[in-house]
Structures are given as structure tokens and as C-alpha cells.
Nanobody, 130 residues
Framework: QVQLVESGGGLVQAGGSLRLSCAAS????????MGWFRQAPGKEREFVAV????????STADSVKGRFTISRDNTKNTVYLQMNSLKPEDTAVYYC???????????????????????WGQGTQVTVSS
């Protein structure tokens, strides 16, 4: 069992930056593939980014590629999402999530599915004004 707590959300102008953090409880953080999803009002929760257990490989959604970067620090039990060049369409609640499943190859479509993850945080609101 792991608990995930996101922080770092807020209101920012278009073109600005935010860094989200997700702190995980427990001593087995390095065993989890970690991901970020987001959900805008009236829309489905969608994949944003994922990072493998060793932080050696990442994958991001096409909609944020080149602007968002996922990273992790296994010594701090924390995963990050650096968001640059933010757009109004990035406005959403952002969720941190952890997976014990799959083969750990984060380039596979497997980790873009919500059902591939075991644990979710409560979410943090990101609002980008135009």
C-alpha cells in the first residue's frame, strides 16, 4: 500500500511554468512505475507522463511533449512534473499515480491506461489563464 500526495498546483498565466510534486509514503517507492494523469471539467482523465522505476526512461503524451518533463528522486520518494510553456488547455486537476504492474517498459501503450495503475493521489488543481 502506498499513499500519494500531490502539491504545487495553482494559477499561472499562459506561457508560465509550474512544478508539481508527488510524495509517496512507504519504503518501496522504487518498485513503482510512476505516472501523471489529468482531468479537465467534463472530460475523461487522460495520460500525461510516465517514468520507469529507475528513472532511466520516460514517456509523455503528444499534447505536452517538449513542454512537460517527468522525473523522480527515489531517495526522496518523490516524483515531479515540470510544466513549461503552459496553455489554457492544460487547465485540469493533475493526479499522481503508481503502478506495480506490467513489464516496466514505459514506452508501451500499457502505461497510458488508467487501469494499469494501482494507487492514486487526491489531485492538485492547475489553472492557466489566457
Amino acid at each position: 500500500q502506498v499513499q500519494l500526495v500531490e502539491s504545487g498546483g495553482g494559477l499561472v498565466q499562459a506561457g508560465g511554468s509550474l512544478r508539481l510534486s508527488c510524495a509517496a509514503s512507504g519504503r518501496t517507492f522504487s518498485r513503482y512505475v510512476m505516472g501523471w494523469f489529468r482531468q479537465a471539467p467534463g472530460k475523461e482523465r487522460e495520460f500525461v507522463a510516465v517514468i520507469n522505476r529507475s528513472a532511466g526512461s520516460t514517456s509523455t503524451a503528444d499534447s505536452v511533449k517538449g513542454r512537460f518533463t517527468i522525473s523522480r528522486d527515489n531517495t526522496k520518494n518523490t516524483v515531479y512534473l515540470q510544466m513549461n510553456s503552459l496553455k489554457p488547455e492544460d487547465t485540469a486537476v493533475y493526479y499522481c499515480t503508481a503502478s506495480t504492474r506490467g513489464n516496466g517498459r514505459v514506452g508501451d501503450y500499457y502505461y497510458t491506461y488508467r487501469s494499469s495503475y494501482d494507487y492514486w493521489g487526491q489531485g492538485t488543481q492547475v489553472t492557466v489563464s489566457s
